[in-house]
């Protein structure tokens, strides 16, 4: 029988890692964009908040891209 070692492709393990940091900065991102909201800020000044919600948009928005790159393709 002839052994599985000779499928695999000679990339996979460049893949596999990129799809881990890939998943790792996604999950990452996400979960600082909420807890960006938890954080005392400085002050609590209320004309930093609209910064605030667009940074942690951006950072879900991020982790969000990273999550749907880092999923395998079905092609």
């Known amino acids: 029988m002839p052994s599985r ?7 996979f393990a460049r893949i596999l890692l990129l799809r881990l940091c890939l998943s790792t900065a996604g999950w990452a991102l996400g979960f600082s964009a909420f807890l960006w909201w938890l954080a005392p800020g400085p002050g609590a000044l209320p004309e930093l ?21 880092a999923h ?3 092609g």
Not at 5 to 11: C, E, I, L, M
Not at 49 to 69: D, F, H, K, Q
């Open 72 to 74: 395998p393709s079905r």
């Open 5 to 11: 070692a000779g499928n695999v492709r000679p990339d």
């Open 49 to 69: 908040s609209l910064p605030r919600l667009g940074l942690s948009l951006a950072m879900l928005l991020g982790g969000l891209c990273c999550l749907v790159a």
